[in-house]
Nanobody, 117 residues
Framework: QVQLVESGGGLVQPGGSLRLSCVAS????????MGWWRQPPGKQRELVAQ???????NYSDAVKGRFTGSRDDANNTVFLHMNSLKPEDTAVYYC???????????WGQGTQVTVSA
């Protein structure tokens, strides 16, 4: 398994920005995709940004145009740049590493993002 550690969460006002980082314990070059999921209070975990090998990113409709996901394979890190934050973006944000073969599906512990005035 790959260990993942997220950082960068916090409290921000509506319209503000944050950058989340996720550092992996080993190389992320072999990951078929990495990315970010979130779990709002009282709701199920949902996709935010799925970052494929080569840099193609699949975004949820809720964040498209406001969030940017990227991966730095040389430093085993993925990022989520969040702009124009809204109160409904409040959630615990989780980093994920996924490889099809051999199968590996690892999650970080999560980092809290709170958007409030």
């Amino acid at each position: 398994q790959v260990q993942l550690v997220e950082s960068g969460g916090g409290l921000v006002q509506p319209g503000g920005s944050l950058r989340l980082s996720c550092v992996a314990s080993g190389s992320i070059f072999g990951a078929d995709f990495m990315g970010w999921w979130r779990q709002p209070p009282g709701k199920q975990r949902e996709l935010v940004a799925q970052i494929f090998r080569g840099g193609v990113v699949n975004y949820s409709d809720a964040v498209k145009g406001r969030f940017t996901g990227s991966r730095d394979d040389a430093n085993n890190t993925v990022f989520l740049h969040m702009n124009s934050l809204k109160p409904e973006d409040t959630a615990v944000y989780y980093c994920r590493y996924f490889r099809f073969a051999p199968r590996v599906d690892s999650w970080g512990q999560g980092t809290q993002v709170t958007v409030s005035a």
